[in-house]
């Protein structure tokens, strides 16, 4: 039983190189959600989507693109890496019923350089 | 706007007192309220949520919450702190006119033999 999975676990980018982090779900979850998690921040949203074809921007959507072609799959993009990107991304995924929790990926540490 | 707060950085305990975490919220519709917990290097585990009607949740690993809606808050419980309650604890709120979930801050529990 996988629940969410991210790919890749670790990565080292240099700045200005361009990355896709993979968020995979196998619950058949309507509702996708991309997090960076930074010390003293907690975790803010970067964006989300609420079904297949649809996103939209959460709290801090600058730097990042995102894509939901498939239901189990939500994408993020970064197109011109910054150091001020370094962050541990999780992604999750929920029912669309609001009072249903959400499940989490074990999570990306990526260091821009 | 959708917010949360947890005043408190750090929570010290010695094991066997109780703990108490604390969380506010501020929604314009009605709030889903959520806790969860993180050990290091790991994703964001369900802790437990609140259901409407019932102010007293019971959640996993002895862990209860308190609603207080006059107050906005949703304080984490737990009648006897062990050393392996020692993590960071995330409270959550998804607003049902928006589709977003929102954390705040976290606050690290501590608990001393």
């Known amino acids: 039983n996988a629940g969410v999975t991210q790919t890749p676990k670790f990565r080292v980018l240099k700045t200005g190189q361009s990355m896709t982090l993979l968020c995979a779900q196998d619950m058949n979850h309507e509702y996708m959600y991309w997090y960076r998690q930074d010390p003293g921040m907690g975790l803010r949203l970067i964006h989300y989507?609420?079904?297949?074809?649809?996103?939209a921007k959460g709290e801090v959507p600058d730097g990042y693109n995102v894509s939901r072609l498939k239901k189990q799959n939500f994408l993020l993009g970064l197109e011109s890496a910054a150091p001020s990107q370094t962050s541990v991304y999780f992604c999750?995924?929920?029912?669309?019923?609001?009072?249903?929790?959400?499940?989490f990926g074990q999570g990306t540490r990526l260091t821009v350089v | 706007a959708q917010s949360v707060a947890q005043p408190e950085d750090q929570v010290n305990v010695a094991e066997g007192n109780p703990l108490t975490v604390k969380c506010t919220y501020s929604v314009s519709g009605n709030p889903y309220l959520f806790w969860y917990v993180q050990y290091p290097n790991r994703g964001l585990q369900f802790l437990l949520k609140?259901?409407?009607?019932?102010?007293l949740v019971k959640g996993s690993y002895g862990f209860e919450a308190e609603f207080n809606k006059s107050q906005t808050s949703f304080h984490l419980k737990k009648p006897s702190a062990l050393v392996s309650d020692s993590a960071l604890y995330f409270c959550a709120v998804r607003d049902d006119s928006t589709d977003k979930l929102i954390f705040g801050t976290g606050t690290r529990l501590q608990v001393f033999p």
């Open positions: 609140y259901i409407t009607g019932d102010n």
């Open positions: 999750a995924s929920s029912s669309n019923f609001p009072n249903t929790e959400a499940f």
């Open positions: 989507s609420v079904g297949e074809g649809t996103t």
